[in-house]
């Protein structure tokens, strides 16, 4: 049984430029989430999607934006990149009608720096 | 959700048990106390989850007193790999799967040999 996985596990970007990363969510979960952790901080939620459907939203600019695929999988992006972005971008899975006890398991991250 | 405050940073050595408090003063009557351990340039793992009194699973005890403004994560003989930061979060349980999750700055354990 598959985790949570993402891709790519780095990359490098300059300031202004586009990304994409991408999360497929543990085996039978619905609902994806996004996290930014700056180093020596704790996540800080970006979004979460359900149904393919951005359904809540942290304190983020539009410059990050993202989308859920019909199998569940889903995208970060994030336009005109800032020094600001440089950090661990989580994803975290969950099923939206879990019952007691559960919550959200996490993937590895993707590291992003911008230079 | 619940404010969280935990101790920034913990040393121990191996072998010996290490106990996290964790305190949610304002903590709700749905809500769950959930810990995460994180070690660096991963992604958050769960360990634990508890309502009231006391859970045990294979890696850690939570115990939550009566009135559940605190809560205390148990591991039981720690290893140098248990080196890692536990977060302690609180919010419902049954929606947590569904809700954000807020995180705080964490407690720092360093396991010395």
């Known amino acids: 049984d598959a985790g949570v996985t993402q891709s790519p596990t780095h990359l490098i970007k300059t300031r202004g430029q586009q990304v994409t990363l991408r999360c497929s969510p543990k085996s039978g979960h619905d609902t994806v989430s996004w996290y930014q952790q700056a180093l020596g901080q704790g996540p800080q939620f970006i979004f979460q999607?359900?149904?393919?459907?951005?359904?809540q939203r942290g304190n983020f600019p539009d410059r990050f934006s993202g989308h859920q695929f019909p199998n569940y999988s889903s995208e970060l992006n994030v336009n005109a990149l800032l020094l600001g972005d440089s950090a661990l971008y989580l994803c975290?899975?969950?099923?939206?009608?879990?019952?007691?006890?559960?919550?959200?398991?996490f993937g590895p991250g993707t590291r992003l720096l911008v230079l | 959700l619940a404010k969280t405050t935990q101790p920034i940073s913990m040393d121990s050595y191996e072998g010996q048990e290490v106990n996290i408090t964790c305190s949610h003063n304002?903590?709700?009557?749905?809500?769950?106390i959930t810990w995460y351990q994180q070690f660096p340039s991963q992604g958050p793992r769960f360990i634990i989850q508890?309502?009231?009194t006391k859970v045990t699973n294979e890696v850690a005890s939570l115990f939550i007193p009566a009135d559940r403004k605190s809560s205390t994560l148990s591991l039981p003989r720690v290893s140098l790999s248990d080196t890692a930061v536990y977060y302690c979060l609180v919010g419902d349980g049954i929606k947590a799967a569904g809700n954000k999750l807020t995180f705080g700055g964490g407690t720092r354990v360093l396991v010395k040999p």
């Open positions: 304002n903590i709700a009557t749905n809500d769950y």
């Open positions: 508890g309502y009231k």
């Open positions: 975290a899975s969950s099923l939206a009608m879990a019952g007691q006890g559960e919550t959200q398991y």
């Open positions: 999607y359900y149904e393919e459907e951005e359904r």
